[in-house]
């Protein structure tokens, strides 16, 4: 059983940054795909982006392209989500998930097994 823990979410302005992560608390890390999910009010569980097992291979949603990026450091067991140039409509929880499902990376929330309880990201306008 894999325990995700986020942390690094709050409120920053438009234009802003903040750098989410997500600490694992399994020692094969490196067997996992990992995911980021955003979940606004009201709205579904969206995709935002993934990595795969190695860090070689990266997805993301388009209107995140050129503004988030996705790493991971498998000797600490975490993955990051670094957002730039923040939006409003960036303002949801932001999830991480992993998964042993698979080659490279997942982009299907029902292919995830493992979820974190999620941070709260706010951009004001």
């Known amino acids: 059983q894999v325990q995700l823990v986020e942390s690094g979410g709050g409120l920053v302005q438009a234009g802003g940054s903040l750098n989410l992560s997500c600490a694992a608390s399994e020692r094969t890390f490196s067997n996992y795909a990992m995911g980021w999910f955003r979940q606004a009010p009201g709205k579904e569980r969206d995709f935002v982006g993934a990595?795969?097992?190695?860090?070689?291979?990266?997805y993301y949603i388009n209107s995140v392209k050129g503004r988030f990026t996705i790493s991971r450091d498998n000797a600490k067991n975490t993955v990051y989500l670094q957002m730039n140039s923040l939006k409003p409509e960036d303002t949801a929880v932001y999830y991480c998930?992993?998964?042993?499902?698979?080659?490279?990376?997942?982009?299907?929330?029902?292919?995830?097994?493992?979820w974190g309880q999620g941070t709260q990201v706010t951009v004001s306008s």
């Open positions: 990595i795969n097992r190695s860090g070689t291979s990266l």
């Open positions: 998930a992993a998964t042993q499902r698979g080659v490279g990376v997942q982009m299907t929330r029902w292919n995830y097994d493992y």
